[in-house]
Nanobody, 129 residues
Framework: QLQLVESGGGLVQPGGSLRLSCAAS????????IGWFRQAPGKEREGVSC????????NYADSVKGRFTISRHNSRNTVYLQMNSLKPEDTAVYYC??????????????????????WGQGTQVTVSS
């Protein structure tokens, strides 16, 4: 069964840090670009960051630039989202998604959800004092 599983969420104080993991089972992430999305209560899901197959290309939403870092370790079949200087407005359920890429290991998907092939179930991040 092909699955993406997020972990690492939790409750953290403003200014704190968390590292989210997105692990694949049943398939290799070697040929997939990965995106992180989040959905806050009452809001639509939004793109946060994405990383190319090679890991050499990344993109971030303006709201998280300079605070979040996406990385991948293909040998571990895992992608990470390091989140620093967290703010209450970062509170959301965070999802990872995988898009199969056939032609360029530097290709970055757009923020549209329909571009992605597989989705995880999400992990809750709550930033509160």
């Amino acid at each position: 069964q092909l699955q993406l599983v997020e972990s690492g969420g939790g409750l953290v104080q403003p200014g704190g840090s968390l590292r989210l993991s997105c692990a694949a089972s049943g398939f290799s992430l070697d040929y997939y670009a990965i995106g992180w999305f989040r959905q806050a209560p009452g809001k639509e899901r939004e793109g946060v960051s994405c990383i190319s197959v090679s890991g050499g290309s990344t993109n971030y939403a303006d709201s998280v630039k300079g605070r979040f870092t996406i990385s991948r370790h293909n040998s571990r079949n895992t992608v990470y989202l390091q989140m620093n200087s967290l703010k209450p407005e970062d509170t959301a359920v965070y999802y990872c998604a995988a898009k199969r890429v056939y032609y360029s290991d530097s290709y970055l998907p757009g923020p549209a959800e329909y571009e992605y092939d597989y989705w995880g179930q999400g992990t809750q991040v709550t930033v509160s004092s």
